[in-house]
């Protein structure tokens, strides 16, 4: 699909996307206890593979996203598919390890790609895998109640140990420093705790305990980073919109953090009451960031940071190297193509203010991408082919914004 944009100007008010963070984490833990999830319409294709996936261990769907659990009945299939959700895959893999057997795991190219020497050093010498990239064999059952696994690859794995051991009745994680993307860590604790688990983290150690797990029944909170994408655009645009059904702003840093963020860059923003209201900005200005606890907001930063009247200056970027494509390589890549004054090397990525032109790129099969190119386009006319892949994450991404007064053609 291609999408041709045209100069817009972007105001109104929107249901925020739904957080596939959140999503995957609520499907996962139907391994623990029930789970229906309303209001779950056109998902994205990441927590369309974890419902997949957790029906494949043995969770029973009575209706659209309503899992049964029932721990007798999990198991490790022969084969586990997981296209292009690096979380649902590394959360998965301590949950197959505890459950003990052996799998043949894959995904999509872009998964291809993405390491796993973190998670197969943990678990030795228990659980061996045939290859540190998919498509892997992993065999063999965790035996031990104690795991140490390095912090700077993925936090996905730690949050699958506490899955695990929540499933095991208890253990202890050891993380080895640094730990990147703790944000997400806090938020599988947060969201364990919530539901009667037992989870406690202190320093480089998180404790679990045999929890009594409840029933959840409830929508799938709202996402800032996708979000963003629609407050930025309307900041750029000249706009101003409301977003809601956001879940409440925790207190650690993460994917909300991009509501401070973008009042430090000037922008008149306030989130009240799961609702995120922005009104544009009298003067916008660079900042220097350090994205290595909230790698997802590196391309959101980058769509607002060249109509800034100062430069922006992204650090803690080692991780975009792995994500969906070298997000140091395709948001250098896509900015230049609107025009962008823009450096980086292996420590930082330097927007300047710039003069964004008419730009076009084609989606590197990186939803985020496509997204930063989307809002470029919005104030200089663009075009983005595979413009589908926002999928992954949004599918609503483009309809969302002609909703919003986007003039966009989809052909």
């Known amino acids: 699909m291609r999408a041709e944009i045209k100069k817009s100007i972007i105001r109104g008010k929107i249901k925020a996307p739904t957080s596939k963070s959140?999503?995957?984490?609520?499907?996962?833990?139907?391994?623990?206890?029930?789970?229906?999830?309303?209001?779950?319409?056109?998902?994205?294709?990441?927590?369309?593979?974890?419902?997949?996936?957790?029906?494949?261990?043995?969770?029973?769907?009575?209706?659209?996203?309503?899992?049964?659990?029932?721990?007798?009945?999990?198991?490790?299939?022969?084969?586990l598919y997981f296209g292009g959700s690096a979380t649902t895959l590394r959360m998965i893999i301590p949950i197959l390890a505890i459950l003990g057997g052996k799998a043949l795991l894959d995904g999509d190219t872009s998964l291809r790609r993405r390491p796993l020497n973190a998670i197969i050093e943990a678990l030795k010498p228990y659980v061996t895998f045939s290859s540190t990239n998919l498509p892997t064999v992993i065999e063999g059952k965790l035996n031990t109640d104690h795991v140490?696994?390095?912090?700077?690859?993925?936090?996905?794995?730690?949050?699958?140990?506490?899955?695990?051991?929540?499933?095991?009745?208890?253990?202890?994680?050891?993380?080895?420093?640094?730990?990147?993307?703790?944000?997400?860590?806090?938020?599988?604790?947060?969201?364990?705790?919530?539901?009667?688990?037992?989870?406690?983290?202190?320093?480089?150690?998180?404790?679990?305990?045999?929890?009594e797990f409840k029933e959840y029944e409830g929508e799938i909170p709202g996402d800032y980073a996708l979000s963003s994408f629609y407050a930025i655009a309307s900041v750029v645009t000249g706009g101003e919109i409301d977003i809601y059904?956001?879940?409440?702003?925790?207190?650690?840093?993460?994917?909300?953090?991009?509501?401070?963020?973008?009042?430090?860059?000037?922008?008149?923003?306030?989130?009240?009451?799961?609702?995120?209201?922005v009104r544009g900005a009298e003067k916008l200005r660079g900042i220097r960031i350090n994205v290595d606890d909230f790698p997802d907001l590196?391309?959101?930063?980058?769509?607002?940071?060249?109509f800034a009247g100062s430069e922006t200056v992204i650090?803690?970027?080692?991780?975009?190297?792995?994500?969906?494509?070298?997000?140091?390589?395709t948001i250098t890549s896509t900015l230049k193509s609107f025009s962008v004054n823009v450096e980086s090397d292996d420590q930082k990525i330097v927007i300047y203010p710039s003069d964004v032109k008419e730009g076009h790129i084609e989606c590197p099969n990186?939803?985020?991408?496509?997204?930063?190119?989307?809002?470029?386009?919005?104030?200089?006319?663009?075009?983005?082919?595979?413009?589908?892949?926002?999928?992954?994450?949004?599918?609503?991404?483009?309809?969302?914004?002609?909703?919003?007064?986007?003039?966009?053609?989809?052909?």
Not at 298 to 306: C, E, F, K, L, V
């Open 22 to 79: 959140f999503g995957i984490r609520l499907i996962l833990y139907s391994l623990l206890a029930n789970v229906k999830l309303k209001n779950v319409s056109e998902p994205s294709d990441d927590i369309q593979i974890a419902k997949e996936v957790v029906k494949e261990l043995g969770i029973s769907e009575k209706g659209e996203f309503k899992f049964i659990s029932n721990k007798s009945e999990l198991k490790v299939p022969s084969s």
């Open 148 to 211: 140490r696994i390095s912090g700077s690859e993925s936090s996905q794995y730690i949050s699958g140990f506490i899955y695990a051991f929540s499933l095991k009745g208890g253990g202890e994680i050891e993380i080895i420093p640094p730990i990147s993307s703790k944000s997400y860590i806090n938020m599988t604790i947060d969201l364990i705790n919530s539901l009667g688990g037992r989870v406690t983290m202190k320093g480089n150690k998180i404790i679990v305990e045999e929890g």
């Open 245 to 277: 059904n956001l879940y409440p702003i925790p207190y650690y840093e993460g994917d909300h953090s991009i509501v401070k963020i973008l009042r430090d860059m000037g922008v008149r923003t306030v989130v009240e009451d799961g609702s995120w209201s």
């Open 298 to 306: 590196a391309p959101s930063i980058a769509s607002i940071a060249p």
């Open 315 to 329: 650090e803690g970027i080692k991780r975009l190297k792995t994500k969906e494509s070298d997000r140091v390589h």
């Open 366 to 411: 990186d939803h985020r991408i496509a997204m930063l190119a989307g809002v470029l386009s919005l104030t200089s006319g663009g075009t983005v082919s595979n413009a589908e892949c926002v999928s992954k994450s949004n599918p609503h991404f483009w309809k969302d914004l002609i909703y919003l007064g986007a003039n966009i053609r989809l052909e």
